[in-house]
């Protein structure tokens, strides 16, 4: 800490020590001020001044733990103002909008899901639909609560600078100013912030879920289209602009069909949902439908799950080979289909070099179809986590139902 706040003046150290005390309660919930002090290496006098700031600003609250015996004085417990301080979560998906209220520490409060048709994508009834199902969760907030941001997870190309959506081809989206739109419909001055929708739950999932405490995860996302989301050295990889992580795009049958993107053999034309369906010879079913189909001993479903087994385990041998991941989450349809097809995935993965095949574990998703909502909230929380007062301040400006 010394080192990256050498220079720093007493303001910017105290942010600082504030918003790092409270990223470790929003993560791990209650915690001991003892804890705290050995968790930040500050001594206790200032862990003390700084958490009673942080309960006087209405963040945390404290409480002498009850029960303890022993000698010596119980060390005070400081916890997250979950009720108290939210913010609204959003994931916008090719047949889905979901809203919702998720406090301080990761909980959900409130949660509202639209399904919606494929193919009908106008703008004006997405925002619509976004502000309806915004309003209706935030209509459960008490009086004296505040929302300190909006998060929102899209399948498409997204600029995190502005909240640009460069290009969502399955929406039918190009160069979408999602963000601001967002804030218009819901008449908010509050910070919007706009992520790729495996971006996102890799975050939520390296947080406090699947690959919690690994430092190196993909996150795998799917609906129609296919993405990655990539968390290298305990940060999220995001290029040069945001565009990183477009794993459904790598090239990887020459032969294979036309992909949305223009280009042909990209690995979603063989991996995604309607590559899957297409192998099963069922394009009007599910993936739910087909892997039924299979397990009751259809064999065009079977053939059609071990060729879409096959091109996931290429893919991800592919992953493994580039980044070395300790933890690949299967996210999206792959929830279904990694189940399905592990035998072929593992089999393919057997050409990835042995070292890094040696250290990846392949996991589902703790957080099931809500990993992009809960990391929507985590990147709406991040403002706060930066500098708690200042986000507190600006936060007042309260978003209403």
């Given at each position: 800490?010394a080192?990256?706040?050498?220079?720093?003046t007493?303001?910017?150290?105290?942010?600082?020590?504030l918003?790092?005390?409270?990223?470790?309660?929003?993560?791990?919930?209650?915690?001991?001020?003892s804890?705290?002090?050995?968790?930040?290496g500050?001594?206790?006098?200032?862990?003390?001044?700084?958490t009673?700031?942080?309960?006087?600003?209405?963040l945390?609250?404290?409480?002498?733990?009850v029960?303890?015996?022993?000698?010596?004085?119980?060390s005070?417990?400081?916890?997250?103002?979950?009720?108290?301080?939210?913010?609204?979560?959003?994931?916008?998906g090719?047949?889905?909008?979901?809203?919702?209220?998720?406090?301080?520490?990761?909980?959900?409060?409130?949660?509202?899901?639209?399904?919606?048709?494929?193919?009908?994508?106008?703008?004006?009834?997405?925002l619509?639909?976004?502000?309806?199902?915004?309003?209706?969760?935030?209509?459960?907030?008490?009086?004296?609560?505040?929302?300190?941001g909006?998060?929102?997870?899209?399948?498409?190309?997204?600029?995190?600078?502005?909240?640009?959506?460069?290009?969502?081809?399955?929406?039918?989206?190009?160069?979408?100013?999602?963000?601001?739109?967002?804030?218009?419909?819901?008449a908010?001055?509050?910070?919007?912030?706009?992520?790729?929708?495996?971006?996102?739950?890799?975050?939520?999932?390296?947080?406090?879920?699947a690959?919690?405490g690994?430092?190196?995860?993909?996150?795998?996302?799917?609906?129609?289209?296919?993405?990655?989301?990539?968390?290298?050295d305990?940060?999220?990889?995001s290029?040069?602009?945001?565009?990183?992580?477009?794993?459904?795009?790598?090239?990887?049958?020459?032969?294979?069909?036309?992909?949305r993107?223009g280009?042909r053999?990209c690995?979603?034309?063989?991996?995604g949902?309607e590559?899957?369906?297409?192998?099963?010879g069922?394009?009007?079913?599910?993936?739910?439908q087909?892997?039924?189909?299979?397990?009751?001993?259809?064999?065009?479903a079977?053939?059609g799950?071990?060729?879409?087994?096959?091109?996931?385990?290429?893919?991800?041998?592919?992953l493994?080979?580039?980044f070395?991941?300790?933890?690949?989450?299967?996210?999206g349809?792959?929830?279904?289909?990694?189940p399905?097809?592990?035998?072929?995935?593992?089999?393919?993965?057997?050409?990835a070099?042995?070292?890094?095949?040696?250290q990846?574990r392949?996991?589902?998703?703790?957080?099931?179809?809500?990993?992009?909502?809960?990391?929507?909230a985590?990147?709406?929380?991040?403002p706060?986590?930066?500098?708690p007062?200042?986000?507190?301040?600006h936060?007042s400006?309260r978003?209403?139902?």
């Amino acid at each position: 800490m010394a080192n990256s706040l050498a220079g720093a003046t007493q303001d910017e150290v105290r942010r600082h020590n504030l918003g790092n005390l409270l990223q470790l309660i929003h993560v791990h919930g209650a915690t001991s001020r003892s804890d705290l002090t050995a968790l930040t290496g500050l001594n206790r006098s200032t862990v003390g001044a700084l958490t009673t700031e942080l309960a006087d600003a209405g963040l945390v609250s404290e409480q002498a733990p009850v029960g303890r015996g022993g000698a010596g004085r119980p060390s005070i417990m400081v916890r997250p103002q979950t009720q108290r301080v939210y913010v609204l979560a959003l994931d916008v998906g090719v047949d889905h909008i979901i809203a919702a209220r998720v406090g301080l520490g990761g909980e959900v409060l409130d949660r509202r899901e639209l399904r919606q048709s494929r193919g009908d994508y106008q703008m004006s009834k997405i925002l619509r639909h976004v502000e309806q199902l915004g309003r209706s969760v935030l209509a459960g907030a008490s009086p004296d609560s505040v929302c300190v941001g909006i998060g929102a997870g899209v399948c498409g190309v997204v600029s995190h600078a502005d909240g640009l959506v460069r290009f969502a081809p399955n929406l039918g989206w190009v160069d979408v100013p999602f963000g601001t739109q967002i804030a218009d419909r819901l008449a908010t001055t509050l910070p919007v912030v706009v992520g790729n929708d495996a971006d996102l739950g890799a975050i939520a999932e390296h947080v406090r879920g699947a690959a919690k405490g690994s430092a190196n995860v993909i996150f795998l996302s799917g609906e129609v289209g296919v993405g990655g989301g990539i968390i290298l050295d305990g940060r999220p990889m995001s290029g040069a602009g945001g565009y990183g992580g477009e794993v459904g795009h790598m090239a990887v049958n020459p032969r294979g069909r036309l992909c949305r993107c223009g280009a042909r053999g990209c690995w979603e034309t063989e991996v995604g949902e309607e590559a899957a369906l297409l192998a099963a010879g069922r394009p009007e079913a599910t993936i739910e439908q087909i892997v039924a189909l299979a397990d009751a001993g259809d064999r065009q479903a079977r053939a059609g799950l071990r060729r879409v087994g096959g091109w996931l385990g290429i893919g991800v041998a592919n992953l493994v080979n580039l980044f070395n991941p300790e933890v690949v989450v299967f996210g999206g349809v792959f929830r279904q289909l990694f189940p399905a097809t592990e035998t072929m995935v593992r089999a393919a993965l057997g050409t990835a070099l042995s070292a890094p095949r040696e250290q990846v574990r392949l996991a589902l998703p703790q957080f099931g179809g809500d990993s992009t909502l809960l990391g929507a909230a985590e990147s709406a929380f991040a403002p706060l986590l930066d500098d708690p007062l200042g986000a507190l301040a600006h936060g007042s400006v309260r978003l209403r139902a």
